[in-house]
């Protein structure tokens, strides 16, 4: 599975948009861009996947750029429920069953 | 939302015990894992279990490791002489499909090894 790259920690304001880049310059065709978060501690919690497409459903949208080498997740209106670590994940569809390497991530702090 | 549960929250041993930690999947789920998270340090994957066998395990999964599906509801991971870098929160998932699929964890359980 691709290697990923994500700033170790970033603020965002409440209420204002999240915007949470990964570079994955080594992904293949195949790999697609997973994100999970770890809220202090608790389980992971699926938000979003995609292939080359944006994609959108009701807890984030997903940027993909062109070339896959990067994709940012965008949490629209960041509340202070929203504070925690991200992962972004890269893996084949079709690889091994449900082994998902999580990296350091990134530690988003929403602050009122 | 259906969701996985995973009992206890909290375990303490004594190091050389045996320990069982218990999962109960989501109900139409067919892909089990686990995995592991030592203190300040990454979410580390474990195993896998698919029909009624391991699928998939890491290099931390050796023999003083199992899992087992007792019956159509629980998932359990036994631990059977537990050394101190045991020490972990462990976390048990789930999903319909294994490959592709969102996994969804349970809450935890915390392991103390004494």
């Known amino acids: 599975d691709a290697k990923t790259t994500q700033p170790p920690s970033m603020d965002c304001a409440e209420g204002r948009a999240a915007n949470l880049p990964c570079n994955h310059s080594?992904?293949?065709?195949?790999?697609?861009v997973y994100w999970y978060r770890q809220i202090h501690s608790q389980g992971p919690q699926y938000i979003i996947h995609?292939?080359?497409n944006n994609e959108t459903n009701e807890m984030a949208s997903l940027i993909i750029t062109e070339d896959r080498k990067s994709s940012t997740l965008i949490l629209p209106h960041a509340t202070l429920r929203d504070t925690a670590v991200y992962y972004c994940?890269?893996?084949?569809?079709?690889?091994?069953?449900?082994?998902?390497?999580f990296g350091k991530g990134t530690k988003l702090s929403v602050k009122p | 939302e259906p969701e996985v549960t995973q009992t206890p929250s909290h375990q303490v041993t004594q190091m050389g015990q045996e320990v069982i930690l218990r999962c109960v999947p989501i109900?139409?789920?067919?892909?089990f894992y686990w995995y592991r998270q030592i203190l300040g340090q990454k979410v580390e994957f474990l195993v896998s279990?698919?029909?009624?066998?391991?699928?998939?395990k890491s290099e931390i999964f050796d023999d003083q490791f199992s899992v087992e599906r007792p019956d159509g509801s629980n998932f359990t991971l036994k631990i059977r002489s537990t050394k101190l870098e045991d020490s972990a929160m462990y976390f048990c998932a789930s999903s319909v499909e294994g490959v592709g699929e969102k996994l969804f964890f349970g809450s935890g359980t915390q392991l103390s090894v004494l």
């Open positions: 279990f698919y029909n009624n066998e391991i699928s998939e």
């Open positions: 995609g292939l080359k």
């Open positions: 109900s139409n789920h067919l892909y």
């Open positions: 080594t992904i293949s065709g195949n790999e697609y």
């Open positions: 994940i890269v893996r084949a569809y079709g690889g091994s069953q449900g082994n998902l390497i």
